[in-house]
């Protein structure tokens, strides 16, 4: 059974950085394409950053230039660098495969919050 534990978030100043860390078990993490994920209070859970199996990778509108995903395959591990953050990034985050390698399980999530 999949897990997810997402980690690095927190109380951040407008323009501000952060990397997030999400921890993976249960399967091996090359065979996956992989993303992240944000809910804001009161809207959907969107897609924000995607990695191909190989590296390929994509992003929203909203995060490019600022957010960069990556994967540490040996170690089951997914990150997001955001930089340059804006209070409409303030969500929880979570990862989860992407692009139809989407797992029924999600974890708990971490907290993002830009603000002065």
């Known amino acids: 059974q999949v897990l997810f534990v997402e980690s690095g978030g927190g109380l951040v100043l407008p323009g501000g950085s952060l990397r997030l860390s999400c921890a993976v078990s249960?399967?091996?993490?090359?065979?996956?394409?992989m993303g992240w994920y944000r809910q804001a209070d009161g809207k959907q859970r969107e897609l924000v950053a995607g990695i191909g199996r190989f590296g390929i990778k994509e992003y929203a509108e909203a995060v490019k230039g600022r957010f960069a995903i990556s994967r540490d395959n040996g170690k089951n591990t997914v990150y997001l660098q955001m930089n340059s953050l804006k209070p409409e990034d303030t969500a929880v985050y979570y990862c989860?495969?992407?692009?139809?390698?989407?797992?029924?399980?999600w974890g708990q999530g971490t907290q993002v919050t830009v603000s002065s």
């Open positions: 249960g399967i091996s993490l090359s065979k996956y394409r």
């Open positions: 989860n495969g992407a692009w139809g390698d989407l797992f029924n399980a």
